[in-house]
């Protein structure tokens, strides 16, 4: 395989697969971000959702219904958060990595209690999403497999960045959870709880890392392994504190740690080292947060 080969059509349309994950995560993160919630714990949020998808797909063959039983698996470990953080006084650090050894360690428990396995559980009765076609736009060179041919979760993750912008600028309770992150002595003084408001982030934050791992385990591929979200929470973690919570840039963000991620895989095929090629996203990470890093720094010079 030539370095030709790394940019090619294929290469272009397979980046939306693992743009959607991280991005989904990061929209997450950002609706704790802007409430003032400080929450590492989306790894954990996301892993539960991959193995709940896929145990509601297995069971129901229906994807949507693995897709929804990921949905609320997320809001239950973001309750959870709320309820040892929020209610409880727990410190955000503790509750977080607590999130992420409880979700790596319940899905090993029930992967063998459900399935009878231990490792993985690749079986046909999985339903996958299906990718959704657009008449005329797959038709176009290049671009039109990127477009069109996607899981419905891209679309979703796309449809959000821009939801997620008017709802922190114009929508009641978008206001209300700036407010909770910003000033919440205003917030009190208006007669609404912050906790109240935080709690809600929670739960849609949870929701949508929920989603994210439903598109690792039911659309990307049709099966569960453990550890399966990879670090990708842990990302998405980084690509929110670099954008501070802000939808878009953070969807150029997520996109640009989609590609590397895509990138990785492809340059397995030019003989590199595995241990390499899976370093790529992290080692991106550290790059792109030490640049902006450096740059905030000489601007409050």
Do not use: K
């Not at 129901?60 to 953080?85: D, H, K, P, Q, R």
């Not at 409880?88 to 209690?113: E, K, M, P, Q, W």
């Not at 205003?186 to 949870?206: K, T, Y």
Request: hydrophobic share 60%; with cysteine; net charge neutral.
């Amino acid at each position: 395989m030539g370095l030709e080969l790394l940019f090619d059509a294929s290469f272009l349309a397979s980046v939306p697969r693992f743009v959607t994950a991280i991005l989904l995560a990061a929209l997450g993160g950002a609706i704790c971000e802007r409430a003032g919630v400080f929450n590492i714990g989306l790894e954990g949020m996301m892993l539960t959702g991959a193995f709940f998808a896929v145990v509601g797909a297995y069971f129901s063959g229906s994807a949507l219904v693995g897709a929804f039983t990921a949905l609320v698996a997320g809001m239950l470990m973001g309750a959870i958060f709320a309820e040892f953080n929020l209610r409880r006084g727990g410190d955000s650090i503790v509750v977080s990595i607590a999130i992420n050894l409880l979700a790596a360690g319940i899905s090993t428990f029930l992967l063998g209690a459900i399935f009878g396995v231990a490792g993985a559980f690749n079986d046909p009765g999985i339903a996958g999403l299906e990718a959704v076609r657009i008449p005329f736009v797959e038709d176009i060179p290049v671009i039109g497999h990127v477009i069109s041919g996607q899981s419905p979760l891209f679309y979703l993750a796309l449809l959000l960045v821009y939801a997620l912008h008017i709802f922190f600028a114009r929508h009641r309770l978008g206001l209300r959870i700036r407010a909770a992150g910003e000033n919440p002595a205003a917030l009190r003084a208006g007669g609404v709880n912050p906790l109240w408001v935080q709690c809600w982030a929670l739960l849609m934050c949870g929701g949508l890392c929920g989603l994210a791992g439903a598109q690792l385990s039911i659309s990307n591929v049709n099966l569960f392994v453990e550890n399966m979200s990879a670090g990708r929470g842990w990302i998405a973690v980084v690509a929110v504190l670099l954008t501070r919570g802000r939808p878009w840039p953070l969807f150029f963000i997520a996109l640009l740690f989609g590609m590397v991620d895509s990138l990785s895989f492809r340059v397995q095929g030019l003989g590199l080292a595995q241990q390499f090629t899976d370093m790529m996203p992290y080692l991106a990470t550290l790059i792109v947060l030490t640049a902006l890093s450096w740059w905030r720094m000489r601007r409050q010079a």
